[in-house]
């Protein structure tokens, strides 16, 4: 399976990150030390992407090490989902990386901006050091380009509400929905509501508590339009009486 893009936040930091997903998940909070500041070891992983947010890795768990060692892709996460890494070390992400505690974050929270920009070991300047955020020179071309290939894609492939359509070559079902879905991912980029014959699907029609269409539960799908083919794809009956 090749490289992931996936949205990576945590308290302190946001931005876009390739992943290889055939890394066990203790390798990936490896990776992620870098990108967010957080100690492997108290890295709890929360992934973003189906019905509800899944905790991947929480390293206070009892199985813990049997967690870690799974891979990234046993998950099965969609490109651009969101993962969320977050500090169970006891303090809070942004006041590790200041190095202080809540004395620290109440000054820096009183301290006028264009001071605290100029500063030194803050939370602004790691994420400066790192290109990270705002400071990353790439991250805004890389969303946009993310945004034009799937609108590139649903107009390509002819992509209509109303219209029977096929995901990755195996499930079918009918489009019900074509536009942003926040709770997914803040990038802009569309996504295709699918209302499948079967329930191979992970919702209802709707994401965290927000209904994007009416179907039965496990009858919702939402997939980026680079999976979806549309056509005459009518529905299957099995053949036994």
Known sequence: MPDISLF?????????????????????TQKLESVTGISPSYQKLTLYGGSQPTVIYDPRAPDASVAGSKTLESFNPQHLARLHVSDTSGKT???????GGQEDLDS??????????????????????NQLGRFDPNAKERLDKSVEEAQEAIESRGIKLGLRCEINGSKRGVVRYIGEIPEITDSGAPWIGVELDEPLGKNDGTVKGKRYFQCKDKFGSFVKPQAVEVGDFPEEFDDEI
């Open 8 to 28: 990576i936040t945590s308290d302190a930091t946001s931005g876009e990150r390739r992943l290889d997903p055939s890394l066990s998940l203790v390798q990936i």
């Open 108 to 129: 820096r929270y009183q301290m006028p901006q264009t001071e605290y920009e100029t500063k030194s070991d803050t939370v602004l300047d790691w994420k400066r050091k």
């Open 93 to 99: 992400s942004v006041a590790e990386l200041v190095g």
